[in-house]
């Protein structure tokens, strides 16, 4: 069954994707097998031996008629620590070209917004976010890369990015994170879900190397605020 909310990409539709996600998820609701958010929908899989369509169709309508009741946990920030350029961002040339900005403004601008995660997807710990500046757009590659290493940030016509595990693609690469925001031996696994917001954070090349030894000694913490209002 898929619940649709509207048809466009807005933060109010996708919260009301994720109020009934948490609503399906509170309630418990018999004959619920899985539950899929995306930017504007939601897909329940169902268990047929265990409730009926218009059972479960008649549930999900008094439970989306009382959001209300399931208000959403405080937003998070997460800061993600990004090296740019060079080796690690080899597109970053391109997109500032692309847009007539030097490499300085475009990082100021990639790194000048917090972005909303709507939703989780194409491989594991992968983050859609919303709320790229149009003045950063640039197209994909023409030929994909068939490895990108994980860690790459990325832009692709108006979206921004992180590969969270090593794999084939075809978006602008501009930077690189040392954080890993997939590991199946990590709880929870992800370091980010839908409703959070990742802030890139420039950091040298020295920093980068400090922060991954950090991690691989197990002494970073993963810098996390709230939302600024």
Known sequence: MIVEFGDSIDPAINRRVRELFLAIERAAV?????????????????????????SLRSHLSELDAHLADTPLPPPRVVEIPTAY???????????????????????????GTDYLVYMMGFSPGFTYLGGMSERIAAPRLKTPRTAIPAGSVGIAQQQTGI???ESPG????????????????????????????IRFVPVTLDRY????????RG??????????T
């Open 30 to 54: 018999a004959g619920v097998r899985d539950l899929v958010p995306t930017y504007r929908s939601l897909l329940v899989s169902y268990d047929p031996l265990r409730t009926t369509f218009d």
């Open 85 to 111: 350029g060079g080796t690690f961002g080899p597109d970053l040339g391109f997109v500032a070209g692309h847009n007539h900005l030097t490499e300085d403004e475009a990082i100021a601008i990639h790194a």
């Open 163 to 165: 590969y969270p595990v």
């Open 170 to 197: 075809g978006w602008q690469l501009i930077g690189r994170t040392p954080v890993s925001l997939f590991d199946p031996s990590r709880h929870p696994p992800v370091v980010v879900e839908a409703g959070d917001y």
């Open 209 to 216: 190397s400090a922060i991954q030894d950090e991690i691989q």
């Open 219 to 228: 002494t970073w913490t993963l810098p996390v605020r709230g939302v600024t």
